[in-house]
């Protein structure tokens, strides 16, 4: 395929989306935090056939959707500090204006990262952060992160940027926003270390430490929660069978729930000392749970390229 049939492609994957919805049209509204990849997101959502406006004026949101317009083609909207007449306030008021709209599907996408990358990004691009230019660029991020505190916790989706790669984030956008059919609730499955920190953009944490740790083993602790010995070390706890059928018989009642209230996505954290072992193999085994009960599921293990590479 040509590079320039992929857009048209695209575009048809959009308008055949908007049409299975009755109509209904996609709106993405994008924020977060300078320099965690709000660009990125865009870019990728333009790439899956979004048309991508960065940037837009507050004050022309409502006015770009008039009632009755023919929206053919998801819209994925960049709105953040530097957009002129920004503030949080009215921005929520427009979104829910808009979220009580009949014929629009809308979303509130915030992009975040920890701030100490942030800082490090800043610093290797030799950019200024809009809201420090005469200050350390940490002032800055700590005052935007309190600015747009409110757009984190309204936001529908939060994607953490902090480990990704930028193909990881393009995998990340596909699988969260992608035109295709998919399932009402798409699952999102991370193993993580507590050394690193919780992941922001979880819904559901569960924390591992408790079953037998195989780093203590001098045989297994090179190994990871992938290999077949570790899997075994970790499953012969006697406290790991009824974790484990608990936490199925928990997700079984909650999931039905989740979609009859119209939640899209869901991400389920597994935590343990080193994101070595435990959380890994609790991970991987949960991730195939859930595709064997017929769910959309990503894997990921945030801290093990980290701990492997290290």
């Known amino acids: 395929m040509t590079d320039q049939a992929k857009p048209r492609s695209a575009a048809k994957a959009a308008e055949a989306t908007a049409a299975d919805k009755g109509g209904q049209g996609r709106v993405l509204l994008v924020t977060g935090l300078s320099g965690a990849g709000k660009s990125s997101v865009l870019k990728g959502l333009e790439d899956l056939g979004y048309e991508a406006v960065d940037n837009l004026p507050l004050s022309l949101l409502v006015g770009l959707f008039r009632p009755g317009g023919d929206v053919r083609r998801p819209v994925a909207i960049g709105i953040d500090i530097r957009t002129r007449d920004f503030a949080v306030e009215p921005f929520l008021h427009e979104i829910e204006t808009l979220m009580a709209r009949d014929d629009l599907d809308l979303r509130l996408v915030f992009v975040d990262c920890d701030d100490e990358v942030l800082r490090r990004r800043f610093t290797a691009t030799r950019r200024r952060h809009p809201l420090a230019s005469d200050r350390p660029v940490t002032d800055g991020i700590a005052h935007e992160r309190r600015v747009?505190?409110?757009?984190?916790?309204?936001?529908?989706?939060?994607?953490?940027?902090?480990?990704?790669?930028l193909g990881d984030l393009r995998h990340l956008v596909e699988d969260h926003?992608?035109?295709?059919?998919?399932?009402?609730?798409?699952?999102?499955?991370?193993?993580?270390?507590?050394?690193?920190?919780?992941?922001?953009?979880?819904?559901?944490v569960f924390d591992v430490r408790f079953l037998a740790n195989p780093y203590h083993d001098p045989d297994l602790s090179p190994?990871?929660?992938?290999?077949?010995?570790?899997?075994?070390?970790?499953?012969?706890?006697?406290?790991?069978?009824?974790?484990?059928?608990?936490?199925?018989?928990?997700?079984a009642a909650l999931l039905p729930r989740f979609v009859r209230e119209g939640k899209s996505y869901l991400t389920i954290a597994i935590g343990c000392t080193g994101g070595h072992?435990?959380?890994?193999?609790?991970?991987?085994?949960?991730?195939?749970?859930?595709?064997?009960?017929?769910?959309?599921?990503?894997?990921?293990?945030?801290?093990?390229?980290?701990?492997?590479?290290?």
């Open 277 to 310: 072992h435990r959380s890994v193999f609790v991970a991987e085994k949960l991730a195939r749970w859930l595709t064997e009960e017929g769910q959309s599921v990503s894997l990921r293990h945030r801290d093990l390229e980290r701990i492997l590479t290290g």
């Open 177 to 204: 926003f992608g035109l295709d059919s998919q399932p009402a609730l798409a699952i999102f499955v991370i193993s993580f270390s507590y050394g690193h920190g919780l992941p922001r953009e979880a819904d559901l």
């Open 223 to 251: 190994l990871t929660g992938r290999d077949q010995a570790v899997g075994a070390y970790i499953a012969a706890d006697s406290g790991f069978a009824p974790f484990f059928q608990g936490l199925t018989d928990m997700l």
């Open 148 to 165: 747009v505190s409110p757009l984190r916790h309204r936001a529908d989706v939060v994607i953490d940027t902090t480990s990704l790669t």
